[in-house]
């Protein structure tokens, strides 16, 4: 049969042996941010150190080549397992989850935009 000639509707699904997939271990992995937008996007950034300051000066940690942030424009600080996030400051502020906020707790698949760079964070886990 032809390609061409190939109907879903009218063919007949095979039977065989398939091996089953009980579960895929997810493995440790440390905490990230994930950067979807902005200048230098995709990347992701590793959160090891007890701070993380973002903007767009060489003294900070994760450096962002846009005017519309800060020099110092948020800082992240892991406590334990958690992490949080305070703005700095900056002119045109953080917005967490589409709101602005100056100070936040962030969980799994926040987003966190500064300017026009965006972030998703990713906790760590099992």
């Known amino acids: 049969m032809a390609k061409s000639d190939f109907n879903p509707e009218f ?28 200048p230098g996007a995709p990347r992701s950034f590793t959160l090891n150190a007890g701070e993380t300051v973002i903007g767009r000066g060489t003294q900070s940690t994760i450096v962002i080549d846009s005017a519309l942030l800060s020099r110092r424009h948020v800082a992240l600080r892991r406590n334990g397992p958690e992490h949080s996030f305070e703005d700095l400051g900056s002119a045109n502020g953080v917005y967490l989850n589409g709101v602005r906020a100056h100070a936040a707790v962030l969980h799994d698949g926040d987003t966190v935009q500064v300017g026009v760079v965006v972030f998703v964070f990713h906790e760590s886990g099992e």
Do not use: F, H, Y
């Not at 063919?11 to 440390?30: C, F, H, P, W």
């Open 11 to 38: 063919e007949t699904t095979l039977a065989g042996n398939v091996s089953i997939v009980a579960g895929i271990g997810k493995g440790r992995r440390e905490p990230a941010l994930q950067q979807l937008r902005g």
